[in-house]
């Protein structure tokens, strides 16, 4: 018995010698949460699944190579909230995530959201990317906490109106927009450029982002026979909109927008309407044929995520590679030490070669302009 009780013991004490060993292997491998968050409820929620897909798809990548920062090999975790296009629900989210302690964010589809929640992440000293909230009220402030990595509306807004006068040689265009701060931001550049350049606005009128029905709207317009409407809003209303243009006989008539509808879901929404082959829209960035890691990453992308691409989710990719090449540069992934090094960026991303401003904005960023041929997006050379 005695000799029995002794090897029980001696078998308890190996037994916890193993559970200690391995609580100090777990102990070496750093924990580092990276979060995101979007709109993966509601009407926009194929926009806000794929931004979130690219940002864990770079978190997945990271992990499946190792990675060492500091000395310490580090495990990324990936933390996804939801905040239904709603800004009050966003920044909910992102207290949350503060609470949370994330390292970073690579975050929101819409600037409504995005501009609010640009406030938490700033107080709480945690910087947050964006690869598709495009109000340049966004980075307004100058906090060293709020990255963009696509162009802004500023540049999309006078994209559309220089192809407005010169390209379409347009002369009365018609303004609508959804009252977001992304809708008027859009449309409320392009107004203003399109009139400096000689184009006649013969109405401005509004809706909100969750209207379905335009036919008053429309038919006030067509009556002042514009040659194009130009609509600051998501696909969500865009697609109903053309729907009701073709009731109307508007078949002539141009539609221009920003990337809040430039999305190749926009054919389903609005069910292949004839007045689809009028939409010339605008997005920030280059094409996935033109970026300079598009195709190799596209292939992979569609093979971890089959049929969900639509447009962001290469920009949240880059997003969260920059945030671990800040971290990596800086020997942390404490905010406070490796912001710095954030501000420094000099990465050659899927996208583009990504460098920012002192305020957050990317240098030189890119823009594409895209009509739809036969329902599908095609770039325009």
């Given at each position: 018995m005695?000799?029995?009780?002794?090897?029980?013991?001696?078998?308890?004490?190996?037994?916890?010698?193993?559970?200690?060993?391995?609580t100090?292997?777990?102990?070496?491998?750093?924990?580092?949460?990276?979060?995101?968050?979007?709109?993966v409820s509601?009407?926009?929620?194929?926009?806000?699944?794929?931004?979130e897909?690219?940002?864990r798809?770079?978190?997945?990548?990271?992990?499946?190579?190792?990675?060492?920062?500091?000395?310490?090999?580090?495990?990324?975790?990936?933390?996804a909230?939801?905040?239904g296009?709603?800004?009050?629900q966003?920044?909910?989210?992102?207290?949350?995530?503060?609470?949370?302690?994330?390292?970073?964010a690579?975050?929101?589809?819409?600037?409504?959201v995005?501009?609010?929640?640009?406030?938490?992440?700033?107080?709480?000293?945690?910087?947050?990317?964006?690869?598709?909230?495009?109000?340049?009220?966004?980075?307004?402030?100058?906090?060293?906490?709020?990255?963009?990595?696509?162009?802004?509306?500023?540049?999309?807004?006078?994209?559309?109106?220089?192809?407005?006068?010169?390209?379409?040689?347009?002369k009365?265009?018609?303004?609508?927009?959804?009252?977001?701060?992304?809708?008027?931001?859009?449309?409320?550049?392009?107004?203003?450029t399109?009139?400096?350049?000689?184009?006649?606005?013969?109405?401005?009128?509004?809706?909100?982002?969750?209207?379905?029905?335009?036919?008053?709207?429309?038919?006030?317009?067509?009556?002042?026979?514009?040659?194009?409407?130009?609509?600051?809003?998501?696909?969500?209303?865009?697609?109903?909109?053309?729907?009701?243009?073709?009731?109307?006989?508007?078949?002539?008539?141009?539609?221009?927008?920003?990337?809040?509808?430039?999305?190749?879901?926009?054919?389903?929404?609005?069910?292949q309407?004839?007045?689809?082959?009028?939409?010339?829209?605008?997005d920030?960035?280059?094409?996935?044929?033109?970026?300079?890691?598009?195709?190799?990453?596209?292939?992979?992308y569609?093979?971890?995520?089959?049929?969900?691409?639509?447009?962001?989710?290469?920009?949240?990719?880059?997003?969260?590679?920059?945030l671990?090449?800040?971290?990596?540069?800086?020997?942390s992934?404490?905010?406070?030490?490796?912001?710095?090094?954030?501000?420094?960026t000099?990465y050659?991303?899927?996208?583009?070669?990504?460098?920012?401003?002192?305020?957050?904005?990317?240098?030189?960023?890119?823009?594409?302009?895209s009509?739809?041929?036969?329902?599908?997006?095609?770039?325009?050379?």
């Amino acid at each position: 018995m005695e000799i029995s009780r002794k090897l029980f013991i001696a078998a308890v004490v190996a037994g916890m010698g193993s559970i200690g060993v391995s609580t100090g292997a777990f102990a070496q491998e750093q924990v580092i949460k990276i979060g995101h968050i979007g709109p993966v409820s509601g009407p926009q929620a194929n926009m806000g699944k794929d931004d979130e897909n690219g940002a864990r798809m770079a978190v997945d990548e990271l992990n499946a190579k190792g990675m060492e920062i500091g000395g310490k090999k580090v495990k990324f975790v990936f933390v996804a909230e939801d905040d239904g296009a709603d800004p009050k629900q966003g920044t909910a989210a992102s207290q949350k995530l503060c609470d949370e302690k994330i390292a970073g964010a690579v975050t929101f589809l819409n600037s409504g959201v995005a501009i609010p929640s640009s406030k938490v992440f700033h107080d709480c000293g945690i910087p947050m990317i964006t690869g598709a909230a495009t109000n340049p009220d966004l980075t307004k402030p100058g906090w060293d906490t709020t990255y963009r990595v696509i162009a802004n509306d500023n540049a999309l807004g006078a994209a559309l109106a220089d192809y407005t006068v010169k390209t379409a040689k347009l002369k009365t265009v018609a303004v609508v927009d959804d009252r977001t701060p992304y809708g008027q931001g859009i449309a409320s550049v392009y107004k203003a450029t399109v009139e400096k350049l000689g184009v006649k606005v013969v109405a401005n009128e509004f809706t909100n982002d969750k209207a379905t029905d335009f036919m008053a709207i429309l038919t006030s317009i067509k009556a002042k026979k514009p040659d194009a409407i130009f609509y600051g809003g998501m696909y969500g209303q865009a697609g109903p909109m053309l729907r009701q243009m073709q009731q109307l006989g508007m078949n002539n008539v141009k539609v221009f927008g920003g990337d809040g509808l430039c999305i190749p879901d926009l054919a389903n929404v609005a069910a292949q309407a004839k007045t689809l082959a009028n939409v010339v829209c605008a997005d920030g960035g280059s094409t996935i044929e033109k970026m300079p890691g598009g195709k190799d990453w596209k292939a992979r992308y569609d093979a971890k995520f089959p049929g969900q691409f639509q447009v962001y989710s290469p920009y949240f990719y880059d997003g969260v590679m920059i945030l671990a090449d800040a971290m990596k540069r800086a020997n942390s992934w404490d905010p406070k030490v490796y912001i710095p090094f954030l501000q420094k960026t000099d990465y050659q991303g899927v996208t583009s070669k990504i460098r920012f401003e002192s305020n957050g904005e990317m240098k030189d960023p890119t823009y594409t302009l895209s009509k739809f041929v036969d329902g599908k997006k095609t770039a325009l050379d």
